[in-house]
């Protein structure tokens, strides 16, 4: 297999179901059951198709109402990415968030503070160190939400439509970004061009795993599947 992961998610039929207003239940994803060892896998599909809540089941933040999923080796460690990176930035000083993120691996301030800043200038953010915040654009504020994450040095990352409010060139850049990150990575994203950068591109509709395959292959189906190319065909095998 092309460049496998140091991390597999397998799901056995792993179902969610959240409870609806009239007291009854509503299955947002259908059992699904896939074993995921590859390094870069996107998922993509309509809105509210379920891509959000196969994340957050892998990232462990919410349970399997049926079913289960497992990371393998046994504990290890998720970072999530959030579409709006303001979801996640804790802290109004850019240096005081990475740092915020450093807390539990570094016990001394004066440490984190080095750390912090050794991964802003990784990430091309030196200069915003003492940056509030809310004085970044929308792509520095997602690097920064990016850098807060990979801080806690995690073995998988979960992101879930990293790209949505970035121009196309913060888009291209941070595209890049994720890409050249050492951890596996799942992404969740309307991005066909981010998905297409992936080993592995699993489609949902309606809750449904509906086609899974290279990027070549479920890309298309998918805009088969939209409407976007005409009718679509039957779904691709793997
Ligand atoms: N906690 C919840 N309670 C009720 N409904 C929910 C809950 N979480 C998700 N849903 C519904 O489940 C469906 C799937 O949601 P999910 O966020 O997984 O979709 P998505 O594919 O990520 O969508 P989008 O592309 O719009 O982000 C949606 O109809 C959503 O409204």
């Known amino acids: 297999m092309d460049n496998p992961s140091s991390v597999t998610t ?6 969610f179901d959240v409870d609806t207003s009239d007291g009854g ?7 699904v059951t896939l074993n995921l060892p590859e390094h870069r896998i996107a998922v993509i599909g309509a809105n509210g198709s379920g891509k959000s809540t196969l994340l957050r089941l892998i990232a462990g933040l919410v349970a399997p109402s049926s079913g289960s999923v497992q990371l393998s080796p ?3 460690r998720t970072g999530f990415i959030f579409a709006n990176p303001q979801a996640q930035l804790i802290m109004p000083v850019v240096g005081e968030d990475i ?5 539990s691996s570094i016990t001394s301030a004066a440490q984190r ?12 953010l ?5 940056s509030s915040i ?24 979960l992101a879930d439509e990293p790209t949505t ?7 291209v850049e941070f595209t890049q970004m994720l890409m050249n990150l050492t951890p596996p990575m799942i992404v969740a994203t309307h991005d066909l061009g981010l998905a297409a950068r992936a080993q592995r591109v699993l489609v949902f509709d309606h809750g449904h795993l509906v086609a899974d395959g290279p990027p070549g292959v479920a890309i298309p189906y998918y805009r088969e599947l939209a409407g976007a190319d005409g009718p679509a065909s039957s779904a691709p095998e793997r």
């Open 10 to 15: 397998t799901l056995d039929a792993a179902a």
């Open 74 to 76: 046994a504990g290890v």
């Open 113 to 124: 503070r080095q750390r912090s800043r050794e991964i802003l200038d990784t990430m091309g």
């Open 165 to 171: 409010l970035l121009d196309l060139r913060s888009t």
């Open 126 to 130: 030196g200069d915003r160190e003492e």
């Open 134 to 157: 809310y004085d970044l654009s929308s792509g520095e504020r997602q690097k920064v939400a990016l850098a807060g994450v990979l801080a806690a040095e995690p073995e998988l990352v």
């Open 25 to 31: 239940r509503r299955r947002i994803l259908h059992p």
């Open 99 to 103: 740092a915020f993120s450093l807390r």
